[in-house]
């Protein structure tokens, strides 16, 4: 069984901004996601490939190094395969797949992926950000049960839904709810984990940390982020309180005791705990700070 990594906090990289590549080597969110979609431009595409090699080759890990993702341009354009096909050679963890709308854009992407002998763990965020993608986000996370469709994750892609619905993200994006909580619904039912969108005013720390805590609130695992200033709060607001984290101890402790080995179900001050709680207790050590 692999652990549980926690995805509280998730930076955008733009591959072009050489400054900001060089930063991301300094700062500690939970993973990174190197763009060459929305925010290159077309004429820097070829050139931010060639950064991101030179970036990963540069590159030396060390025990707390955020998981890092490639997003790649959609596969219908002509810069996707040879995005996909670096995020193969560079090994990374998952390429960010934005725009999905089918079941077969994941399993499209999965068998390219195996024809570039990408290893098996690399897998695939589906981000979800149009009217499409939301009505097919059940069917889209039923693949998570197939190991070899790769996905993992789905980030919503909160700007592009505002976009192309013309839903207005003001009054704490209280018409977006439905359908933020319609992809998390099926992302909980097809067992994966699922990212807020981004917060684009970065200088505005008290109505990030409000979307934080709203994200966190709704039951999203993290939230994706545009700016280095906002990783500690994305941190905060994702990670166990210290009960929760007591609480985890507690459980692990009590199914630990030889007398409980073969239970299913204890009491633990006066609450029963079950053997699904175990889990979940790991979920929460995970994400403790
Ligand atoms: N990742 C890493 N470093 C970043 C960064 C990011 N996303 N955004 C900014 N930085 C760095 C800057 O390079 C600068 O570094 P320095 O101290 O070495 O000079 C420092 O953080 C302060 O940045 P600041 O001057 O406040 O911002 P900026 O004008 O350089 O950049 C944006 C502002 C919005 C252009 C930039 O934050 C950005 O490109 N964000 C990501 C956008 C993106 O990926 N969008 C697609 C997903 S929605
Ligand atoms: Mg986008």
Redesign the pocket.
């Known amino acids: 069984m692999t652990l549980y990594q926690p995805r509280r906090a998730v ?4 591959a072009s ?1 050489q ?6 080597t300094q ?1 500690q969110p939970d993973a ?2 190197y ?1 060459l ?3 290159v431009a077309e004429q820097m595409k070829h050139e931010a490939r060639v950064n991101l090699r030179k970036h990963f080759q540069e590159q030396h890990q060390t025990v707390r190094s955020p998981l890092k993702a490639i ?1 790649i341009n959609s596969l219908a354009t002509q810069w996707g395969e040879d995005d996909l096909k670096l995020a193969a050679e560079l090994k990374t963890e998952a390429i960010v797949l934005p725009k999905t709308e089918t079941p077969q854009q994941v399993i499209d992407a999965a068998r390219k992926l195996d024809d570039y002998d990408a290893p098996e763990p690399l897998g695939i965020w589906a981000m979800i950000e149009t009217p499409r993608g939301i009505l097919n986000a059940d069917e889209i996370a039923r693949l998570a049960q197939k190991s070899a469709a790769r996905l993992k994750c789905f980030i919503v ?1 909160t ?1 592009d839904i505002a976009l192309s619905t013309g839903v207005k993200t003001t009054n704490q994006r209280s018409a977006l709810l439905p359908w933020m909580m319609q992809i998390i619904l099926a992302a909980r039912a097809g067992g994966i984990d699922v990212l807020d ?2 917060y ?1 005013n ?2 505005d720390q008290e109505g990030f940390k409000a979307e934080c805590e709203q994200g966190a609130m709704l039951g999203f695992d993290g939230k ?6 906002q990783i500690e709060t994305a941190l905060n607001s994702y990670s166990s309180t210290a009960e929760e984290t007591a609480w985890a101890n507690q459980v692990i402790a009590a199914f630990n005791l030889p007398e409980n080995a073969s239970k299913g179900a204890i009491s633990l001050n006066g609450s029963m705990v079950e053997q699904l709680h175990i889990r979940q207790a790991e979920r929460v050590l995970a994400r403790a700070r």
């Open positions: 930076l955008y990289v733009p901004h400054k900001a590549l060089a930063k991301s700062l990174i996601i763009d979609e929305d925010s997003r892609g700007n969108g981004v684009n970065f200088q994706t982020l545009i700016h280095p200033s």
